[in-house]
């Protein structure tokens, strides 16, 4: 599993840890019963991997530990339970069904996981009635009352219960796999897509990841970020992006600027053999054709917590982050902060707790719109793990709408998170372990029947009248009739490509200049919107000295 989920993973483990010691206690009986070295020793070898979370190598011992003794439920159990966490539930199905015939040989957790394999495999009324059964068992004891087990298990049910009612009312979309250009046998996941839908940045866990290492949690390699474009014919061929951004640890995209020339990411280091490791956030930027080696964010953003992810608003002048430093609502949550006129960035301000709960949030991005949320949530209305939420800011009131679930079939009883919508809003980018997938998670697409966000998309390049040549210039977005200045962007030195946005309900100025040229004027009014519009123009300009 990836850098990014991996923390909630071990939070999920360290709670259901009884159901490992009941294992290990039974595996020891097994061991002292044994009598052949090499038996023996497998299931020394077995138990060490599983009392380590290392299920990808204490799988294939129990694998042939059941075809030697086949008779033995331990191994029925232990295999089911490794192929869940390592997210291949429809293996693990047929196993915990064999559990199923004989439950008073197994731990009641036993029936808890049955349920979530069902409840992950889609056969909601098979899960429903194994977490009734096991709620109905925790119920005879007064003392799960107390440690919360009955309360966490009717959860269980309530989030089952809604991912049977979405799912019986699915979203008119169609959901559209990337393909083999993009996608690999690999872990593919965590897109995310500049406004013009031109540029696609995605992290990988392919054999070629820099430094070689392999993930001892799971046996996959270590995260790298990759990067493809989009032409007449679909998408290049993913490109390893360079060593200011990848490194030998884990690196991981998590946002990118609407033109396309500032990525966040998520780097999982540890700078010595004695040091705790930690996630945090970084930059970079693209200057012409080079990504710069990335910036660390500031520790008021970064923290002794976890910053798993973190999105700009479409001026950059907003950055939501999530957290689990001290003082939050519970787990990760979502905080925002805003650019003082300096550039510095100011303190952060938890969000609240209309968006965030005493659970997890993760994934925030505000579209380009300025009043649309899109983030998420394994603590909201979910269908099980992380859903994908939308809020949107309610301006007479001055707070952020109640989140509602996006809908089957984006959404999913497994984890849906890290994700990229485009500029109208009417095309989701993200991650999903799908029956039609390459071999793990795959970057799907959906368009969404829905109305289009009031926003218009400016793109061209800025050139050298004379020359023809692309022109690295500063592009000022002012205010109508106000003349402040809302926001500053660059064309890029070597195409001189530049994007805008705008938001409906007003009028804009732009001026472009660039040093030894003269200026360029140009005057917007997009006051009565009425769709999403996108247009491109280019910007000609002229030398001082040719005039």
């Known amino acids: ?17 009884a159901i490992c010691l009941v294992l290990l206690l039974a595996f020891s009986n097994t061991v002292h019963a044994q009598k052949k070295t090499d038996f023996y020793q497998l299931e020394i070898t077995a138990k060490e991997y599983f009392d380590n979370y290392k299920y990808h190598l204490a799988l294939p011992i129990y694998l042939t530990l059941n075809k030697l003794k086949p008779e033995f439920p331990d191994y029925r159990y232990a295999i089911a339970y490794c192929y869940l966490f390592l997210d291949k539930n429809e293996k693990a199905l047929p196993f915990f069904q064999l559990c199923l015939q004989e439950p008073e040989k197994y731990p009641l957790q036993m029936m808890y996981y049955a349920a979530r394999t069902y409840h992950l495999s889609g056969k909601y009324d098979y899960a429903l009635k194994y977490y009734e059964l096991y709620k109905s068992y925790l119920s005879q004891n007064k003392k799960n009352l107390k440690n919360g087990l009955i309360s966490a298990a009717e959860r269980d049910i309530k989030i089952c219960e809604t991912a049977k009612e979405l799912t019986s009312k699915p979203l008119q979309v169609k959901v559209v796999n990337l393909g083999a250009t993009v996608n690999s046998e690999y872990p593919d996941y965590a897109p995310v897509v500049s406004a013009d839908q031109s540029t696609l940045i995605f992290t ?13 949690t799971d046996g996959n390699y270590f995260e790298d970020i990759y990067i493809c474009y989009k032409n007449d014919t679909g998408w290049t061929a993913p490109e390893k992006m360079g060593n200011g951004i990848n490194t030998s640890g884990h690196d991981a995209s998590i946002g990118l600027s609407p033109d396309g020339q500032k990525l966040l990411l998520y780097r999982y280091t540890q700078q010595t053999a004695t040091a705790s490791a930690s996630g945090d956030l970084y930059y970079s930027d693209l200057i012409g054709n080079t990504w710069m080696q990335a910036i660390k964010l500031p520790d008021n953003i970064n923290s002794d917590g976890w910053e798993p992810s973190a999105s700009f608003s479409s ?23 805003k650019k003082l006129p300096n550039g510095e960035w100011a303190l952060p301000q938890n969000m609240g707790d209309i968006i965030n709960t005493p659970y997890d949030e993760d994934s925030p991005y505000l579209h380009p719109d300025g009043k649309t949320l899109y983030f998420s949530s394994n603590g909201h209305n979910t269908m099980g793990g992380f859903d994908i939420f939308m809020s949107k800011w309610d301006a007479e009131l001055k707070m952020w709408t109640i989140p509602t679930n996006v809908g089957y079939p984006i959404n999913t009883p497994h984890d849906d998170l890290h994700f990229s919508w485009s500029a109208d809003g009417r095309r989701v980018y993200f991650p999903s372990v799908r029956p039609e997938g390459l071999g793990d998670r795959d970057i799907y697409y959906a368009d969404i029947n829905k109305e289009a966000a009031m926003v218009m998309l400016m ?16 592009i000022f977005i002012s205010d109508k009739p106000s003349n402040d200045i809302l926001e500053t962007v660059h064309s890029n030195a070597e195409t001189g490509k530049y994007l805008l946005l705008f938001n409906e309900g007003k009028g804009y100025r732009i001026e472009v200049q660039a040093e030894g040229y003269e200026p360029i004027n140009e005057d917007i009014n997009i006051e009565e919107l009425h769709e999403f519009l996108e247009t491109t123009k280019n910007f000609y300009l002229t030398k001082v000295s040719d005039k």
Do not use: W
């Not at 599993?1 to 840890?17: A, E, G, P, Q, R």
């Not at 990988?204 to 001892?216: H, K, L």
């Not at 001026?315 to 902060?337: A, H, N």
């Open 1 to 17: 599993m990836d850098l990014f989920v991996s923390n909630y993973i071990k939070k999920y483990v360290t709670l259901h840890c």
């Open 204 to 216: 990988s866990n392919r054999p070629n990841t820099t430094g070689g290492n392999v993930d001892g």
């Open 315 to 337: 001026d950059e002048k907003i950055l939501l982050f999530t957290s689990d430093r001290k003082g939050g609502t519970g787990g990760t949550d979502i905080y925002m902060v």
């Open 459 to 474: 793109k061209g390049t800025v050139i050298d009248s004379a020359t023809h040549q692309p022109v690295a210039a500063k």
